[in-house]
């Protein structure tokens, strides 16, 4: 098997690369989820490794998420580490309970004596006419949640190195993929490069005003730098890799340079992630702040199944400018 | 909230003109209500609110703005403090004296000024718009934090962020108005309007040079507390010192009176460096020279260009540099560099026929001394009472930093120095 990796493969393939080395290093982990097994998975991330480390560390399960997200946390609880996929983030609704009540709670609830070491991948997001019940961006429910970890990589290579870092945590993560992002390509890293979660990243380095986005927003806001560069505005794009913990850190710096910020995510605005990070920036940069924090939500309705209304409930490249342009904006004297 | 931005109505539309706003500003509006008429490169179009809310207008009728740029707010229902410029109506309703301040301030609900707990309060009496003269000025945090950085008073500052709020640009620019250092190649002084007609009635946009008066003016008067001692001062024997010098040395410039005052402060600053102590955010901060500052009278202004290191200057240097400084100043031919750094300031309405007057301090400095008209008074001198030509002098200080006793000590040196002038010319 080769040892250097390739310099560019999908995000898919790299989720792939992160469970197949973690399986291998260490006996403990295994997988567990809806059709993952024989059909290698909804989306393919599981493809060939039934093939590979058989039916023991990789586990078909019947349509029952409350089910077998509390025997993943059972297992956890007992030394295992569980990898568990949820074909969408959809349907991590129904298994509510067992992550909320018992993945997140139980370190604290036994005092420590016992952890939960798993991982539940899911993916998420919309713009494939999935209709309002499958078009979820649930970062915010999960991220709202003290005990969890939530980790929504924007690129292969953070999506490899995250999972490794979520599946060798002594704690529960929930670990949010994007649809949208699965044959994105580029380059990843090798079997021990980690990424320590509340660690951000700067995507793009600017002057005039910071944009926070997370998964594939990420992208629309590089989309959107690129687009105001031509007008000569400069965004400093930050992607924070994990909603919990947050690299604030990095984002106050980045805002106490810009002086005007714009936090962007695929969830709805109330209570959302970019409302979140809105509020730290108030808290941690008041005095640096010219303009008031802009945000940019999918709109506040259940997600349209039409497809031009699919597009237009969902934030664009222009909805990230144009909420940058009014940070901004400044009338004649 | 949102931002009503200039939309693109067309494919070629690159900007649009605001004609008209359908509904007046600070009005509430509903969702899909035409709100402005927009003339594009095609054809006016109405535009329709896209939410409902307060409209704050920020784009004005005429304007010509970019696709994108702001044009209005939808807010809250919360009305938001409007600039005073609109805030014509209540305004309108209080007694004004002829200076313009109001002759009575209008009484306040009780309720408001009462203390309890916030449920007490009628949220109906609340003043729900704010009050004549109690506009709270609009501001980012940032722009905040600029301005007492640097001891700017923002009520001054003209807005031109969304809604009219100050932004840190317009710090920016009211700071480079003040020191005028962005722009060395042009005179700070060639501010004067091409209309300076003074019409009854009218109302001047003031130049940048009487906005940074007004500002630096407001602040002194606002941040320094100020006090004054008052001297009068016997001239005579200097005006013949005066009088003495232009005969003897006729190929130079002969020494003002007030060149021998500046002379006298040159010299007992020197000597009680103290003096000009200035206050600095918790920090007493002793200059490193006697740096004096001559308040020139120019057209519709005051500019004070700074007589570098006085107290190394003899009497005869110190005429020659004040006759150039104040020509330039007149001539505007003045540098922004000349203009600043002075420690003291001698200020002198004596040739208006003034008696004595009080000044206001010239930030940063600690101290400046008016100086009023020279002329004959019957005094006592030597326990008769004579004719000698007299002039009162008198210091402001900033008492953060001075008091009264050394004050007194260095005014008392100054009028010393004055009345016996031989002191003054001795290293001619």
């Known amino acids: 098997m080769s040892t250097s990796p390739p310099t560019s493969v999908s995000y898919r393939e790299a989720l792939t690369q992160a469970m197949r080395e973690e399986l291998q290093r260490d006996p403990n982990v295994f997988l567990m989820g ?77 005092g420590g004596q016992v952890s939960v070491p798993m991982v539940i991948r899911m993916p998420g997001g919309a713009g494939h006419q999935l209709g309002a019940q499958h078009s979820h961006s649930l970062e915010a429910w999960f991220t709202h949640i003290p005990g969890l970890k939530v980790a929504c990589p924007s690129t292969p290579f953070d ?41 951000g990243i700067i995507r793009r380095e600017g002057t005039d005003c910071t944009i926070v986005a997370v998964s594939r927003m990420v992208w629309i806001a590089l989309a959107a730098a690129e687009l105001l560069a031509k007008e000569g505005i400069h965004c400093e794009v930050i992607d924070p890799r994990t909603t919990r913990p947050l690299d604030l850190e990095m984002i106050a710096t980045s805002v106490r340079k810009t002086n005007h910020c714009v936090a962007v995510d695929e969830g709805w605005p109330e209570c959302g992630l970019a409302a979140n990070i809105a509020a730290h920036v108030y808290e941690q940069c ?29 934030p664009r490249a222009d909805d990230v400018a144009q909420a940058v342009r009014a940070t901004l904006a400044r009338r004649e004297r | 909230m949102g931002y009503l931005l200039m939309p693109k109505l067309s494919d070629t539309m690159e900007e649009g003109t605001i004609l008209s706003w359908l509904v007046p500003d600070g009005s509430s509006v509903e969702r899909g209500q035409s709100i402005v008429e927009i003339e594009t490169d095609k054809a006016d179009m109405t535009v329709e609110a896209m939410e409902s809310g307060v409209l704050v207008v920020i784009a004005h009728e005429g304007d010509v703005l970019p696709i994108g740029a702001p044009i209005a707010q939808i807010g809250d229902a919360e009305p938001r403090p409007v600039t005073p410029a609109s805030n014509e109506e209540p305004a309108s309703n209080i007694p004004v004296g002829d200076d313009g301040t109001p002759n009575e301030l209008p009484s306040i609900p009780s309720e408001i000024v009462t203390t309890g707990p916030p449920s007490a309060l009628p949220i109906a009496d609340a003043p729900s718009s704010p009050g004549p003269g109690g506009d709270r000025v609009i501001a980012s945090p940032l722009a905040r934090a600029l301005a007492a950085e640097h001891g700017l008073q923002l009520s ?17 620019d009211a700071l480079h108005g003040a020191s005028s250092t962005s722009a060395p190649a042009q005179s700070p002084l060639s501010t004067t309007p091409a209309s300076s007609q003074i019409t009854p009635g009218s109302r001047i946009p003031a130049t940048r040079l009487q906005r940074t008066i007004a500002r630096r003016m407001s602040m002194s008067a606002q941040t320094a507390p100020h006090f004054t001692l008052q001297r009068d001062v016997d001239a005579t024997r200097a005006l013949e010192v005066r009088a003495d010098l232009t005969v003897r040395a006729p190929d130079r410039t002969s020494p003002t009176l007030n060149d021998i005052i500046t ?20 920090t007493i901060v002793i200059p490193d020279g006697v740096h004096i500052g001559l308040a020139v009278a120019v057209d519709r202004g005051l500019v004070v260009p700074v007589l570098r290191h006085a107290e190394q200057r003899t009497l005869i240097e110190i005429a020659a540099a004040s006759h150039a400084l104040i020509s330039r100043c007149r001539d505007n031919s003045i540098t922004a560099a000349e203009l600043e750094g002075s420690t003291i300031t001698v200020s002198n309405l004596g040739m208006f026929g003034i008696d004595r007057f009080t000044a206001i301090l010239n930030p940063p400095e600690a101290a400046i001394l008016a100086v009023g008209a020279a002329r004959p008074r019957p005094v006592v001198h030597e326990n008769a009472i004579v004719i000698r030509t007299m002039m009162t002098l008198t210091l402001s200080a900033d008492h953060r930093s001075l008091y009264g006793a050394e004050g007194a000590r260095f005014l008392g040196r100054i009028a010393e120095l004055i009345e016996a002038p031989f002191g003054l010319v001795a290293a001619l």
Do not use: C
């Open chain 2, 156 to 172: 001054g500052v003209h807005g031109t962020g969304p809604g009219g709020r100050i932004i840190r640009a317009d710090v920016e």
């Open chain 1, 286 to 314: 008041f005095d640096w702040l010219d303009a008031p924090v802009g945000r940019v939500n999918a709109a506040d309705v259940p997600m349209p199944y039409a497809h031009d209304l699919e597009q237009a409930a969902l």
């Open chain 2, 263 to 282: 002379r006298a402060v040159a010299i007992a600053a020197s000597e009680q460096p103290e003096a000009l102590a200035q206050w600095d955010d918790d």
């Open chain 1, 159 to 199: 999506a490899k190195a995250l999972l490794k870092t979520a599946i060798r945590d002594d704690d529960p993560v929930i670990f949010l993929e994007s649809e949208g992002l699965y044959a994105k390509k580029g380059p990843i890293g090798g079997a021990e490069d980690l990424i320590p979660f509340g660690q």
């Open chain 1, 34 to 110: 809806e059709d993952i097994g024989l059909f290698e998975g909804s989306f393919k991330v599981t493809r060939g490794l039934l093939n590979e480390f058989g039916p023991t560390r990789l586990v078909d399960t019947p349509i029952s998420e409350a089910g077998f997200v509390g025997l993943g946390i059972g297992a956890a609880m007992s030394g295992l580490r569980p990898v568990i996929e949820l074909m969408t983030v959809n349907f991590s609704i129904v298994a509510m309970d067992q992550i909320v009540n018992n993945a997140a709670k139980v370190r604290y609830m036994f």
